[in-house]
Nanobody
Framework: QVQLVESGGGAVQAGESLRLSCTASGRTFSMYVMGWFRQAPGKGREFVGVISRSGGSRSHTDSVKGRFTISRDNAKNTVYLQMNSLKPEDTAVYYC?????????????????WGQGTQVTVSS
């Protein structure tokens, strides 16, 4: 069982930055592929980024490439999402998730554990 707690959300102006953090309970954090997803009002859950267990491989959805970066610190049981040059269309609730699959995945169904979400609001 893994419990995930996100933090770092908030309200910012377009062009500003935020860093989201997600800390996991337990001593097996490094065994999980970690992902970030987001959900805007009236929309489905959208993949944002994923990072492999070691942190050696990561990918991001096209709409955030060059602006967002996922990273992890296995010694701190924490995964991060650095978000730069934020746009109003980035407004959403952001969720971190943990997958026991051996491969990085953008499919929400591959993730067994989810945090409670943190709100990010970007105004123009």
């Amino acid at each position: 069982q893994v419990q995930l707690v996100e933090s770092g959300g908030g309200a910012v102006q377009a062009g500003e930055s935020l860093r989201l953090s997600c800390t996991a309970s337990g001593r097996t954090f490094s065994m999980y592929v970690m992902g970030w997803f987001r959900q805007a009002p009236g929309k489905g859950r959208e993949f944002v980024g994923v990072i492999s267990r070691s942190g050696g491989s990561r990918s991001h959805t096209d709409s955030v490439k060059g602006r967002f970066t996922i990273s992890r610190d296995n010694a701190k049981n924490t995964v991060y999402l650095q978000m730069n040059s934020l746009k109003p269309e980035d407004t959403a609730v952001y969720y971190c998730a943990a997958s026991a699959k051996s491969y990085p995945s953008s499919y929400p169904g591959d993730y067994a554990y989810w945090g409670q979400g943190t709100q990010v609001t970007v105004s123009s």
